[in-house]
């Protein structure tokens, strides 16, 4: 008997090492484990409709969507969603989505939010289309630990041993000092249950447990659902993915397995525990026979224990890189641990980015700052002893120099600017030919530091040689000389290293002409067309007309030759193109930049207005009013690859005609200067007090966001790109009352923080810095302006004018590394530029009348002002007639361009010199 039980070791063990070799693979290093969740981003697959939808030899994902027969017909791109295919309607015309018929046999099972185990993901999403309600994946761990789920007839024998005391009971035992259990009156079907009592079954399996962890587990530390996964593996002969009762038979008696218990066998697990009565036991039936006994070993665990030095453990990660974290909260038994992230547990959250592993370890993968943050572990059943861990996300940092290349004459004055961007912010140093400038410290209200060239000899001499402005944005090299010739770089220095960039200066007799690296044009749309200028000369460079013709077409720009032209929202798209909604014709324009013409026309559903590029993505998405006004339900649509040359048309998210019919506001994040991936934006319902997430990349609702304690519907969200913050602005349904500003959790949308009191429109600055919320009274208008800090947002100024604020652009600051803020007026010829960092205010006057709010349409501010971008030293304000071109270096007006017809939206482009 001892060689057929050795036999039984060798086999096991050989299964799990294989096992445990291909877990390293999968878990240890990226655990490439492909966790197909309804948030895969997986392109369809094409395959020949007349072929098995799933083969079960097939080696692709389980839940793969599958569409079009060979590729070709309705359900060609058509997304239908895990656990969904796309089939072709009878009369072959429509592509409709059904619940996946049949998954491959793969045995990798897991714990559905049901408690039920399933063979594989497969499996759960089809389920989860099946049942009609939503199921996310989960560790197993979740589903053998249901104690408390038991029904209140379900046998409850204390198991006998533990981890720390691994007997084996012998099969002639008998418990004393125990009630007898009630026998389980089941259907025996012919098979005899007299010398299998169950008693003696909780005995068989308690016993088989115990053996196979005491061979298995023992040296090994892998997880109990591991280890009932290697059992359901080895009894499954056939690889049905079913334990039939002969077959469980001759595994007992090849392997003597009847010696774990006196009258009982593996046989006897068909009578106890197939619950659906079918003959065989499945994945579910099998892991729920075990997970009773594992629950009451969990029950024995009343102590946990953690290290007081250790309740708060800091972690810094760079973007992009993994990380594992381990919970340092320890018990005997190990005890499930649990992870959170303010108070939402991670496992239901169904990110691909964080996983929760069977050894208890929290898993960051490809980090982002959205992921910094605060995240807490403590074991299942005890939730006093916690551990926080201090997730601090950082950057490379980023650098940008402008002229790239200058030429002056021995005397002039040369400037260069730096352009930082980084978490934390970069320190700032300027050097000559890698050497750093010796600096004397300045006391100029511009943080001006004046030192002397570190190539002549006398610092007397050369004391107003540098002019260092806003703490390293502006380098000025005055009254240059021959040895001012060099190298001149721009250095930025965190914890994510150190990054340089170069502006190099000659200094000749007959300087060279050096165009700038880049130029910035600004198209302007108008009642009489688009045209399009370059800002410091103010020149007309190019015209599209009204009554020209789209090439290609037999189509007007504005429809017809003596109309004129009604525009919703415009943006820049890659910079290759600009889009340009006409709400008025259903459509819109796409303009290419190199042939200033209009190359592409996108039919949409009825007023198309406001557009919203991703471009991680390649999106553009579109969000269609349905009547003049900005009043009852929407529609979203979404143009794919908006950057590529080809023919562009629109989809509808998904699903078509169900919660999408509801549509009242789409929010998309828009850019931030510290580069991040969105994967998300949110869908808001007519007065519903709530929010809808939606997955971009899948086009499809994900999950609900409950506002109802705090009376919010949402009508309009801000995206910062650092801490994963998302800022609020509320009011109640149907009356429209304001009910503050909301902080959530980009991850979990739980809600950090309510500001009842702080009402108005809120806008984030460029670099992700600072909020400005605009509230507007009878009085005037209160700019409220916040920090936004890791430990959330921070209280700095507020602002009161009389300045009736129509629209409000961001523009980098000259005296820090940051921006400022310049806002133009509704009914006055003003501008009014604010010093985020200082709160100094300052008017900019005779910028013309602008525009009668009423002739403003289409959800567009009557007064538009548009900032240039990163080293642009321009903004455009359109009024009545004209446009203002302004300088934000020296805060004037540089030009006025006029003979135009109430011109409204405004987009930069960038042109690269060559």
Not at 266 to 276: P, Q, R, T
Not at 539 to 550: A, C, G, M
Not at 615 to 623: E, R, S
Not at 859 to 876: A, L
Request: glycine content about 6%; hydrophobic content about 35%; charged content about 25%.
């Amino acid at each position: 008997m001892k060689s057929e039980w050795a036999g039984l070791y060798f086999v096991l063990l050989i299964s799990l090492q294989l096992s445990s070799t291909a877990g390293t693979s999968r878990y240890k290093h990226s655990r490439r484990h492909r966790d197909y969740t309804a948030a895969s981003t997986e392109s369809p697959i094409v395959v020949d409709r007349a072929s098995p939808a799933v083969s079960p030899s097939s080696s692709q994902p389980d839940d793969r969507r599958i569409v079009s027969s060979k590729g070709k017909g309705p359900c060609l791109g058509k997304y239908c969603g895990a656990g969904r295919e796309c089939e072709i309607s009878p009369d072959g015309e429509v592509a409709l989505c059904i619940c996946v018929r049949r998954c491959s046999r793969r045995h990798r099972p897991v714990c559905g939010s049901d408690g039920r185990v399933y063979a594989n993901h497969c499996e759960l999403h089809r389920a989860a289309c099946n049942s009609g309600i939503p199921l996310i994946a989960s560790r197993l761990m979740r589903c053998l630990h249901r104690a408390d789920d038991r029904p209140p007839d379900a046998p409850r024998v204390l198991p006998v041993g533990t981890a720390a005391n691994l007997t084996l009971k012998p099969p002639d035992q008998k418990d004393t000092g125990q009630n007898d259990v009630k026998e389980n009156t089941i259907d025996t079907d012919s098979y005899y249950l007299e010398d299998c009592s169950a008693q003696e079954y909780e005995i068989m399996k308690d016993n088989l447990l115990l053996f196979n962890h005491a061979r298995l587990m023992a040296q090994d530390n892998h997880s109990k659902e591991y280890l009932v996964s290697i059992m359901f593996s080895h009894y499954d002969q056939n690889n049905n993915g079913n334990l039939e009762r002969e077959e469980l038979e001759q595994i007992a008696q090849r392997e003597d397995l009847e010696q774990l218990s006196r009258g009982c066998s593996l046989g006897h697990m068909i009578s106890y525990d197939d619950a659906d009565k079918d003959g065989r036991l499945n994945i579910n039936e099998f892991y729920m026979a075990f997970s009773k006994l594992y629950s009451q070993y969990d029950q024995c665990v009343s102590v946990v224990s953690l290290d007081k030095s250790r309740e708060v453990n800091h972690v810094s990660v760079r973007v992009g890189d993994n990380v594992e974290i381990k919970c340092d909260v320890t018990g005997t038994p190990p005890p499930p641990l649990v992870w959170r992230r303010h108070e939402a547990d991670v496992e239901t959250l169904a990110e691909q980015e964080i996983r929760v592993f069977n050894d208890g370890s929290l898993y960051l993968k490809r980090v982002q700052l959205v992921h910094a943050g605060n995240y807490t572990c403590h074991a299942l059943r005890n939730k006093d002893v916690v551990q926080t861990h201090v997730v601090t996300v950082h950057t490379v940092p980023e650098v940008r120099v402008t002229p790239r290349l200058q030429s002056k004459r021995p005397g002039e004055e040369a400037t260069m600017w730096c352009h930082v961007v980084g978490e934390p912010l970069p320190r700032v140093e300027w050097l000559k030919n890698d050497e750093p400038l010796r600096l004397k410290e300045g006391d100029d209200d511009d943080d001006e530091a004046v030192g002397d060239d570190d190539g002549d000899d006398g610092e007397d001499d050369d004391s107003g040689k540098y002019d260092v402005v806003g703490n390293g944005t502006r380098l000025v090299v005055r009254n240059v000389g021959y040895a001012d010739t060099g190298a001149y770089m721009c250095q930025a220095t965190s914890v994510g290293g150190l990054t340089r960039d170069i502006s190099s200066l000659v200094i000749q007799e007959q300087p060279t002409p050096t165009a700038a690296s880049e130029e910035r044009r600004f198209f302007s749309f108008h009642e009489w067309g688009i045209s399009i200028y370059e800002p410091s000369a103010c020149r007309l460079y190019h015209q599209i007309r009204s009554s020209d013709i789209i090439p290609g077409t037999q189509e007007y720009v504005c429809g017809e030759k003596s109309v004129s032209c009604s525009w919703g929202r415009a943006i820049n798209v890659a910079n290759r193109y600009v889009y340009v909604t006409q709400p008025e014709k259903d459509r819109i324009l796409v303009i290419s930049k190199i042939q200033m013409v209009v190359v592409d026309v996108v039919a949409t559903d009825k007023y198309p207005v406001e557009l919203h590029y991703v471009p991680t993505l390649d999106q553009v998405w579109l969000l269609n009013w349905r009547s003049m006004r900005d009043t009852g339900i929407k529609t979203v649509q979404v143009i794919r690859d908006a950057a590529q040359k080809r023919k562009h048309r629109t989809v509808h998210p998904e699903p078509i005609d169900g919660q999408f019919d509801l549509v009242k506001g789409l929010y998309i994040p828009g850019h931030q200067e510290i580069g991040h991936t969105y994967k998300y934006g949110y869908v808001t319902h007519t007065n519903q007090r709530g929010m809808y997430k939606l997955d971009l990349a899948n086009m499809r609702y994900t999950r609900s966001v409950d506002l109802a304690p705090y009376s919010c519907v949402p009508t309009n969200i801000q995206f910062p790109a650092l801490y994963g913050f998302v800022i609020l602005q509320c009011e109640e349904p149907v009356t429209g009352r304001a009910t503050g500003q909301l902080l959530l959790d980009y991850i979990t949308d739980a809600v950090l923080a309510h500001k009842p009191g702080l009402v108005g429109r809120p806008l984030i600055s460029p670099d992700s810095r600072h909020l400005v919320t605009l509230d507007r009274q009878e009085s005037g208008v209160i700019l409220v302006v916040q920090e936004i800090l890791p430990s959330g947002l921070k209280f700095s100024f507020d602002v009161k004018t009389s300045l009736n604020i129509s629209d409000i652009t961001f523009y980098p600051s000259q005296t820090t590394h940051g921006c400022d803020l310049y806002a133009s007026s509704t009914d006055k010829e003003d501008i009014l530029f604010l010093n985020l960092a200082t709160g100094k205010v300052e008017m900019i006057t005779g910028v013309g009348k602008a525009m009668p709010t009423i002739l403003a349409k289409w959800g567009n501010p009557n007064r538009p002002i548009v900032d240039s971008g990163v080293f642009g030293r321009y903004m455009v304000s359109p009024s009545s007639e004209a446009l203002f071109v302004i300088n934000g270096e020296t805060r004037t007006v540089n030009c006025e361009i006029g003979g135009l017809v109430r011109p409204s939206a405004v987009v930069w482009l960038t042109v690269p010199n060559h």
